[in-house]
């Protein structure tokens, strides 16, 4: 083994997470004789670990939605309002101007999430990933926490609800470029869209858990609602810092070695096809390194890509821009689905709140059958172009008559999940991985979370907007938001007509070929 190697084996497993050196030693005293597959539990831990994350992001950024109903209140002109009581709403949200105040709170989170979004792709490709991500759930639970503790301390400034936003979106952009580069480092491009597709449930779950805990808790005292999402996810980011493990080749993993070693003599192309980290194969008989060589140059030493040159992978601007209209409906519903469903029906906040975690059920599934077209077709572009087709007459009839009944409400909430969320979440996962470890970066690690950054920071901005102008234009009758959000799915659709167009002739040409 050279020197080179040593050094670099060593470097990794002093990296080794101190949680997973413990259970090892436990393993070894206690159980000497089991034999475990450490790939396999490596890439498990890996798969739990990040959905659990994520899941917790979501589940900390929902409260929010759902504490509205209760911060601004209708109140007749006969009744004394009271910054101290919970009859009108909770100042400063208990005057007439609530709708433009709870449009400025999502607009300081979304919007530092946005900005900061982009830097924090940049820091992920540098920095162990273990640490970004439990730093960043710790303090994200410390700023939802103090959201809450405001009715605690009975603090009623807008300048503090504001700044605990902000700096909640800048910790909140530590998880989408931290899980999505672990999730790239230990799976392959095998199934790679059903895969993503099963994971990027986190984030319709944790939507959902966060609704259900922020409705349990917003009638009697509104402030546990963001104090217990707040405790949870610190104490899940603690966590990850026990047992999180930021590579394969920390622990003498190679998650691509065995693909590679069932064909033999194994030859260039073979090793450029496969992951992102220094490749070592094994000859079936025995357990020593016959072949190791890296992508382009070790891991350690290859060069972080910039956003420049990020921009200029084909098919990066026509995701991004097409995420930032899917991201721009997908978040308007996010934050005012409870509102809406609670001013167009006689339902109160708590079961407004709960009826609308099935938009989230409907979304688990789009991801889902979103990422097995994909896999299947290779043409990731028309299916986003077909579901967002789709999205556009769906939206209007839910606005036209989903108030008519509660079964109604329930068929087209689901559905409407299901095509507005199954092209979100296949552009910021499985094509934002795939982007990542494009042909033309000849075959750099360092793109990954860069990219991601770039897709997902893109969308973010189209998040921002989407609650704001809902805050806006809401005002002037709902059936308004929804024109708007129509409007941007067509957009999104416009957007990756030339991929699609490429995609086809693809297909074409490969059946003629065949023929």
Same mark, same amino acid.
């Given at each position: 083994?050279?020197?080179?190697?040593?050094?670099?084996?060593?470097?990794?497993?002093?990296?080794?997470?101190?949680?997973?050196? +413990?259970?090892?030693?436990?393993?070894?005293?206690?159980?000497?004789?089991?034999?475990?597959?450490?790939?396999? +539990?490596?890439?498990?831990?890996?798969?739990?670990?990040?959905? !659990?994350?994520?899941?917790?992001?979501?589940?900390?950024?929902?409260?929010?939605?759902? *504490?509205?109903?209760?911060?601004?209140?209708?109140?007749?002109?006969?009744?004394?309002?009271?910054?101290?009581?919970?009859?009108?709403?909770?100042?400063?949200?208990?005057?007439?101007?609530?709708?433009?105040?709870?449009?400025?709170?999502?607009?300081?989170?979304?919007?530092?999430?946005?900005?900061?979004?982009?830097?924090?792709?940049?820091?992920?490709?540098? %920095?162990?990933?273990?640490?970004?991500?439990?730093?960043?759930?710790?303090?994200?639970?410390?700023?939802?926490?103090?959201?809450?503790?405001?009715?605690?301390?009975?603090?009623?400034?807008?300048?503090?609800?504001?700044?605990?936003?902000?700096?909640?979106?800048?910790?909140?952009?530590?998880?989408?470029?931290?899980? %999505?580069?672990?999730?790239?480092?230990?799976?392959?491009?095998?199934?790679?869209?059903?895969?993503?597709?099963?994971?990027?449930?986190?984030?319709?779950?944790?939507?959902?858990?966060?609704?259900?805990?922020?409705?349990?808790?917003?009638?009697?005292?509104?402030?546990?609602?963001? +104090?217990?999402?707040?405790?949870?996810?610190?104490?899940?980011?603690?966590?990850?810092?026990?047992?999180?493990?930021?590579?394969?080749?920390?622990?003498?993993?190679?998650?691509?070695?065995?693909?590679?070693?069932?064909?033999?003599?194994?030859?260039?192309?073979?090793?450029?096809?496969?992951?992102?980290?220094?490749?070592?194969?094994?000859?079936?008989?025995?357990?020593?390194?016959?072949?190791?060589?890296?992508?382009?140059?070790?891991?350690?030493?290859?060069?972080?890509?910039?956003?420049?040159?990020?921009?200029?992978?084909?098919?990066?601007?026509?995701?991004?821009?097409?995420?930032?209209?899917?991201?721009?409906?997908?978040?308007?519903?996010?934050?005012?689905?409870?509102?809406?469903?609670?001013?167009?029906?006689?339902?109160?906040?708590?079961?407004?709140?709960?009826?609308?975690?099935?938009?989230?059920?409907?979304?688990?599934?789009?991801?889902?059958?979103?990422?097995?077209?994909?896999?299947?077709?290779?043409?990731?572009?028309?299916?986003?172009?077909?579901?967002?087709?789709?999205?556009?007459?769906?939206?209007?009839?839910?606005?036209?008559?989903?108030?008519?009944?509660?079964? *109604?409400?329930?068929?087209? !909430?689901?559905?409407?999940?299901?095509?507005?969320?199954?092209?979100?979440? !296949?552009?910021?996962?499985?094509?934002?991985?795939?982007?990542?470890?494009?042909?033309?970066?000849?075959?750099?690690?360092?793109?990954?979370?860069?990219?991601?950054?770039?897709?997902?920071?893109?969308?973010?901005?189209?998040?921002?907007?989407?609650? !704001?102008?809902?805050?806006?234009?809401?005002?002037?009758?709902?059936?308004?938001?929804?024109?708007?959000?129509?409007?941007?799915?067509?957009?999104?659709?416009?957007?990756?007509?030339?991929?699609?167009?490429?995609?086809?002739?693809?297909?074409?040409?490969?059946?003629?070929?065949?023929?």
């Amino acid at each position: 083994m050279s020197p080179h190697r040593t050094r670099r084996m060593s470097h990794s497993y002093n990296d080794i997470p101190v949680g997973v050196s +413990i259970v090892r030693k436990l393993a070894r005293s206690c159980c000497p004789q089991l034999r475990w597959k450490k790939e396999t +539990i490596f890439k498990a831990s890996t798969f739990v670990l990040t959905y !659990l994350a994520y899941t917790c992001y979501h589940m900390s950024r929902k409260p929010i939605s759902v *504490v509205k109903s209760v911060l601004h209140t209708n109140c007749s002109d006969s009744v004394v309002h009271n910054a101290s009581s919970n009859d009108c709403g909770y100042a400063p949200f208990d005057d007439s101007n609530a709708p433009a105040l709870f449009a400025a709170l999502d607009s300081a989170f979304l919007f530092a999430y946005a900005a900061a979004m982009f830097v924090s792709g940049f820091v992920a490709e540098r %920095v162990s990933l273990r640490y970004f991500l439990a730093f960043g759930m710790i303090f994200s639970g410390v700023f939802s926490y103090l959201f809450g503790m405001a009715k605690t301390w009975s603090i009623h400034t807008m300048p503090y609800f504001i700044f605990v936003q902000v700096c909640a979106g800048i910790t909140q952009t530590t998880g989408w470029p931290g899980v %999505v580069a672990l999730i790239g480092r230990w799976f392959g491009k095998s199934k790679r869209g059903l895969i993503f597709g099963i994971w990027n449930s986190h984030t319709s779950i944790g939507n959902i858990l966060g609704t259900l805990i922020a409705a349990q808790y917003v009638e009697k005292d509104w402030a546990l609602s963001f +104090i217990v999402p707040g405790c949870i996810i610190a104490v899940v980011g603690f966590v990850l810092f026990l047992f999180l493990v930021d590579s394969p080749e920390m622990v003498g993993c190679n998650p691509q070695a065995p693909a590679v070693a069932e064909r033999s003599p194994p030859n260039d192309s073979d090793i450029e096809d496969n992951g992102y980290d220094s490749e070592v194969i094994f000859r079936p008989s025995e357990r020593t390194p016959i072949l190791e060589r890296s992508t382009s140059s070790n891991a350690h030493g290859e060069r972080p890509i910039s956003l420049k040159d990020a921009l200029f992978i084909p098919g990066v601007i026509e995701f991004s821009l097409c995420l930032f209209f899917a991201k721009l409906v997908s978040y308007t519903f996010l934050y005012w689905l409870p509102l809406y469903i609670q001013s167009s029906s006689t339902l109160g906040p708590a079961l407004s709140a709960d009826l609308s975690i099935l938009f989230d059920v409907g979304g688990i599934f789009g991801a889902i059958v979103a990422g097995m077209i994909s896999d299947m077709s290779g043409m990731s572009a028309t299916t986003c172009t077909v579901m967002l087709f789709l999205a556009s007459p769906v939206l209007l009839i839910y606005q036209e008559y989903g108030a008519t009944s509660v079964f *109604v409400s329930i068929f087209l !909430l689901i559905v409407a999940g299901f095509l507005v969320n199954g092209p979100y979440a !296949l552009i910021t996962t499985s094509v934002s991985a795939e982007l990542g470890q494009h042909s033309s970066l000849e075959g750099n690690a360092k793109a990954l979370a860069t990219v991601t950054a770039i897709i997902d920071g893109t969308g973010s901005i189209g998040a921002a907007v989407g609650p !704001l102008m809902a805050g806006m234009i809401s005002s002037a009758g709902w059936e308004n938001v929804f024109y708007m959000l129509i409007i941007s799915d067509f957009i999104a659709m416009l957007l990756l007509v030339r991929l699609v167009k490429k995609e086809c002739t693809r297909v074409v040409r490969s059946r003629i070929r065949i023929e």
